[in-house]
């Protein structure tokens, strides 16, 4: 049984707001930066070329939040929980069930506004996460993964 789910479309909204957060601190560095050329003659273009670099990567972040969104699946299968993101730079991950130790859900501010939760799964050498879902699906997740692993875990004994 498998079936592949995409993130719910309130992630786009955190991750066009995670890209305003980039754009922000840009903003205050910058302005550092400049006060820094007033205070102590630092060159000029260090201002300009952070001004510049903060413009380019707020925009380039704020475009590829669609190509995220559309790109961006998970899916439940009886031996592994499969997390794929991208279509130009694929990464697709599998964790095998049997690995699986821990199952945990988190929600800053922005996620918990949204009513979104991130699925971290732990495994013994590394975490993965499940970037936002509503938050009675994380719950039916977590209730899900921790189950068939402990299923595992039992037909192992």
Not at 2 to 17: E, G, Y
Not at 33 to 40: C, D, E, G, I, T
Not at 102 to 107: D, M, P, Q
Request: glycine share 4%; net charge negative; charged share 15%.
């Amino acid at each position: 049984m498998q079936t592949t789910q995409q993130l719910p479309a309130q992630i786009k909204r955190i991750w066009a707001l995670s890209a305003v957060g980039s754009l922000c601190a840009g903003v205050v560095i910058t302005a550092g930066l400049a006060v820094a050329n007033h205070l102590w003659s630092w060159p000029l273009w260090l201002v300009w070329a952070a001004l510049g670099l903060t413009v380019a990567e707020f925009l380039v972040e704020l475009a590829l939040v669609p190509y995220r969104y559309r790109f961006s699946e998970y899916s439940i299968t009886d031996n592994a929980v499969e997390i794929q993101s991208g279509f130009v730079m694929r990464k697709r991950i599998a964790i095998p069930i049997a690995r699986i130790q821990n199952v945990t859900l988190k929600a800053g501010p922005l996620m918990h506004w949204q009513h979104l939760e991130q699925v971290v799964i732990a495994t013994a050498a590394t975490t993965h996460d499940i970037e936002g879902v509503e938050t009675a699906v994380a719950t039916h997740l977590r209730e899900l993964i921790m189950a068939r692993a402990m299923e595992v875990q039992d037909n192992d004994l």
